[in-house]
């Protein structure tokens, strides 16, 4: 590394100076202001940096001690990084904005002064050398950081010469800056596109809570009157499924699939045609045919190869599946409207009908018996009780960044500490879409923390004194995050690096999504599914046709997933001379890309636009969308485990939390899948779950 001068002190008064002395080094979001974030990052980066040179200066022979070294170093940049980069994702301002752009572009150069030093890459060869010869045994966690590290060096550009490392150093700050101005852009059209309705005769067929809801959000936003229909990140917005007014529909949805693509001072197609086109160049200097394979190659996918062949064969019979959906549909929208055509925005509204008729069932009925509270201490909180023998308990003493978190201590199953549980559900003009999991603080053995972890949703927050409906989607998300949030408090490793959810993209999702499946299981939903005026359970008869019609619009579902994952496979497949260079051309290679993977069904958007693409070009998963349905198939088949073991019991939860959650990133994860099935994953419970058997 070139700068070696001492690391600046930082003031101790800030809060990020030391470990927290809250419970479980919880931020002390009371204290944290604005202004400690950047002194923090830069004594932060100092710190390290300066840390990392005594390490590789060393002229002894390198031992564990350089791994364990690495491991302790950084830890007040660790320590302002996930906090801030948390506030930014869920309660941003002007004045962070202002700072993340500001730090970006730092952080990159701090990575790659450590990453691209080729000392660092001689030290780890000369230490696995040792290994080979018998000098030095590792314990197997730092046997398999050493394997990761080595390889990640190679893959940032250690063994490159010195002028390709220029340019890498240049394209990383620029691909940086750029993702972040992606995302700041994408919320900021996000907030100006929702879409204001004047008169409450336009949103006739949405429910009374969710009109309340509308209203309050408008009067959030300095509406006198009106009622503002506020956007999720998805193409496909939920309030479509409800709103009788076709015109009105057709409003809602133009324009959320317009964001980021109508010209203005928020378009995002410039920004994301120059990040396309920068990360392809990056991927040739490295050795790569492009980005993709330079991403496929850090996963358990490990090819692009691999990639296409698992979403080419989904794609044909799920755009059928498609057809078919939008024919049934077609008929319906026909009865109302003799001649009309299916179009994007009547697909949500018409599948709802048509669900109703086939199964008597009305998702706007089911609502009332899906109140927030009751879903998250008698459903989510419920179902880790009984599989892994948790307890949670309110600490409303703790701060969070926002009036709106809540804090939740969990024990286990012996009554011991085990970690803290923050919880974020609403929707708010300061919070990006979506919904995510992140650690505030990594559970480690080496450094002595156990974890916090924070779960983020974007549930439209009801009036005060008013209770929170929930969409039976919303509930399954809640189960999902919640699943995340499992994979970090049952963390049990000793390196911080290897925690929770420090495992390969395109495994990341899976455990979130197995403890999907507790949401219908009949014990918990028993629990959890009651009026929440009367008390009375949800009828069985409901919940009988719920469980019957779980492979309803999955042809619909599985073609806006696949829509968006073949769009970043394509993007991140081109060459640096094959990205469009006129934001004009945008909209063509879409149309192309989903043509040419056979899934371009018109009414049917992908979930994501490339121009709303924030997981590919403001987040992490560029050319990795694919791993959620990849994730998916160790999903299914692990399911399949739990059913064939009697389900919701605690030797059941024991195992999976013991052979896969509890281990992290310290050893090969698909080990640790093969550990649990006795054998690899097979595809055949997936084909089955989405009808494409």
């Known amino acids: 590394m070139s700068d070696t001068t001492a690391a600046p002190a930082l003031d101790p008064t800030n809060p990020f100076a030391l470990d927290s002395s809250l419970p479980y080094a919880l931020p002390d979001f009371a204290a944290i202001r604005d202004e400690h974030y950047l002194p923090a990052f830069e004594a932060g980066m100092a710190q390290e940096r300066a840390e990392v040179e005594a390490l590789l200066a060393s002229t002894e022979p390198p031992t564990e001690e350089l791994l364990l070294g690495l491991e302790r170093s950084g830890a007040l940049l660790h320590r302002v990084a996930t906090v801030f980069f948390n506030r930014t994702s869920a309660d941003t301002s002007p004045a962070l904005d202002e700072l993340e752009e500001r730090v970006a572009p730092l952080l990159s150069e701090h990575h790659d002064a450590i990453y691209l030093d080729r000392r660092l890459y001689e030290r780890l060869e000369a230490l696995q050398a040792r290994v080979d010869a018998g000098e030095v045994r590792l314990e197997p966690d730092a046997a398999w950081l050493l394997t990761e590290l080595r390889r990640d060096v190679v893959r940032a550009g250690a063994a490159q010469p010195e002028d390709v490392q220029a340019r890498l150093r240049e394209l990383n700050s620029r691909i940086t800056t750029l993702e972040t101005a992606f995302g700041r852009e994408l919320l900021a059209e996000t907030n100006a596109s929702a879409v204001l309705l004047e008169d409450v005769a336009d949103l006739d067929g949405m429910p009374e809570d969710a009109i309340a809801a509308a209203r309050q959000a408008a009067a959030d936003r300095g509406h006198e009157s ?257 699943g995340h949030a499992l994979h970090g408090l049952f963390s049990d490793v000793r390196l911080p690096s290897q925690s929770g959810t420090e495992v390969p993209r395109d495994f990341v999702e899976y455990p979130s999504q197995v403890n999907e499946m507790w949401a219908w299981e009949p014990s918990v939903l028993r629990r959890y599914a009651v009026h929440h005026r009367t008390g009375e359970p949800m009828p069985q008869e409901w919940v009988d046709t719920m469980i019957a019609s779980r492979q309803y619009n999955e042809g619909f579902s599985t073609t806006e997933y696949l829509g968006a994952a073949l769009l970043d496979q394509a993007w991140h497949t081109l060459g640096p001379d094959e990205v469009p260079t006129s934001v004009d051309e945008v909209g063509a290679f879409e149309a192309r890309a989903l043509e040419a993977a056979g899934i371009a069904v018109a009414a049917v958007p992908p979930r994501y636009r490339t121009t709303y693409f924030n997981h590919v070009f403001g987040g992490g998963y560029a050319a990795a969308y694919y791993s959620y349905i990849w994730s998916e198939v160790l999903d299914a088949d692990t399911v399949t485990w739990f059913e064939e073991n009697g389900g919701l019991r605690r030797e059941n939860g024991d195992r999976f939390r013991r052979v896969l959650l509890s281990r992290g990133g310290s050893l090969d994860v698909m080990d640790t899948f093969r550990e649990l099935r006795g054998r690899d994953p097979e595809i055949a419970p997936l084909l089955a779950r989405r009808g494409l058997a």
């Open 226 to 482: 009106g009622y503002l229909v506020e956007l999720m990140l998805y193409s496909q917005q939920p309030v479509l499924a409800t709103l009788r007014r076709r015109d009105v529909r057709r409003r809602i949805h133009e324009a959320s699939v317009a964001r980021g693509g109508r010209g203005g001072e928020h378009d995002t197609r410039a920004i994301l045609l120059e990040l396309a086109r920068l990360r392809a160049e990056r991927a040739r200097l490295l050795g790569y045919e492009h980005h993709a394979a330079y991403v496929a190659e850090d996963g358990t996918a490990r090819t692009t190869q691999a990639v296409s062949a698992m979403l080419g064969r989904l794609a044909p019979a799920a755009a059928a599946n498609a057809r078919r959906e939008a024919a049934d549909l077609e008929r319906a929208l026909q009865a109302d409207e003799p001649g009309a055509t299916l179009e994007a925005w009547d697909w949500p509204f018409y599948a709802e009908r048509v669900r109703q008729e086939r199964y008597s069932l009305d998702d706007a009925l089911l609502r009332p018996y899906l109140e927030l509270e009751r879903v998250v201490h008698d459903g989510v909180f419920h179902a880790a009780g009984e599989l892994y023998g948790l307890s949670f308990a309110a600490r409303p003493e703790l701060v969070g960044y926002h009036p709106d978190v809540r804090a939740f201590e969990v024990r286990d199953a012996d009554g011991s500490e085990l970690g803290l549980f923050l919880a974020d559900w609403y929707t708010r003009e300061s919070k990006h879409g979506g919904a995510w999991m992140n650690n505030l603080v990594d559970q480690s053995h080496l450094l002595g923390h156990r974890p916090v972890v924070v779960n983020n949703l974007n549930i439209p927050k009801p009036p005060a004194g008013e209770p929170t409906l929930l969409t039976w989607d919303e509930v399954i998300t809640l189960f999902h995050e919640f």
